[in-house]
């Protein structure tokens, strides 16, 4: 049976690696069954990704869009493949091919995790210095920027005859903030 896993890091996933395009591109390859989560590349652990291993019997395929949606690092890459070869479970990276328990697929598994994994270090080191450099201008703040007096007192006002999910929509404002904001105008 051939089983796909997709992964996003975040809510809004870059075109081409969302949830939704992962699901689609999957079945249109085979996929029976997809698994399908939020979750970092940067841990290990990944409860559905283990669970759906778990679930894994010889003579399965397990397949994602790219192999970046399976692991990030080289190490963990690695011994997540080679442990699903042990099982007997074939992976296939839609946009590599069918990886086999071969010399040659072991060594094409190595140099693609290691591009991937400097990719993503190449990524952290563009933001660290983009950082670098906007802490040096005048008026910076980490974070997001504050949002108005103006929009907050109204949104304030408008959860004493409206319930937190309508003033969200009609602010934009999240529940959490207006929450943070509504416990501090309490306290004082």
Known sequence: MIYGYAR???KKQLHGNSL???T?????NGAISI??????????????????IDSLQPGDTLMVTKLDRLARNV???I?????????????HVLNIGLLENTSMGNFFITTILAVAELERNMILERTQAGKEVARTKAGFREGRPPLPKEKINLALDLL???SYKEVETMTGI???????????VKKC
């Open 8 to 10: 996003v890091s975040s």
């Open 20 to 22: 939704e395009e992962q």
């Open 24 to 28: 689609t591109t999957l079945t249109a």
């Open 35 to 52: 698994t399908a989560e939020q979750f970092t590349g940067k841990t290990t652990s990944r409860p559905k990704l283990q669970a759906l």
């Open 75 to 77: 190490t963990e890459g």
């Open 79 to 91: 011994e997540l493949i080679r442990a699903l070869f042990k099982k007997e479970v074939k992976v």
């Open 160 to 162: 004493t005859n409206h």
């Open 174 to 184: 999240s529940r959490a903030t207006l929450g943070r904001y509504r416990r501090r």
